[in-house]
């Protein structure tokens, strides 16, 4: 079972490197990113090491948020050899998510 990690400028580069990852842009303060925190998680423990699931501050990592051109949180970004593949904003439901995460 594979849990969701917490990335930041520092560690974000490695920890998607040669991997399809989902990552989720959120915020405390919001709402809709509380709602989705739990489904994160779900999908992380569904997708187990075939894939990287993780979450990004955007207040804590201003420059990477800007590096994805997040304008609205929350954003879910399907990164696949360091590219964006796939994106969505706002909840969605886990099997969304864990189907495109197979299909990066």
């Not at 490197?17 to 992380?44: Q, S």
């Not at 994805?68 to 994106?87: C, L, T, W, Y």
């Not at 706002?90 to 995460?101: E, F, M, P, R, S």
């Amino acid at each position: 079972m594979s849990e969701t990690k917490h990335l930041n400028a520092d560690n974000f580069d490695e920890a998607v490197k040669g991997k399809v990852a989902l990552v989720d842009f959120w915020a405390e303060w919001c709402g809709p990113c509380r709602m989705l925190g739990p489904v994160i998680d779900e999908v992380a423990a569904a997708v187990g090491e075939d894939a990287v699931v993780a979450k990004v501050n955007v207040d804590e990592a201003q420059a990477l948020a800007t590096k994805f051109g997040v304008r609205s949180i929350p954003a879910i970004f399907i990164v696949k050899d360091g590219e964006v593949v796939n994106q969505f904003v706002g909840v969605q439901d886990k099997q969304t998510l864990v189907n495109a995460i197979k299909s990066a």
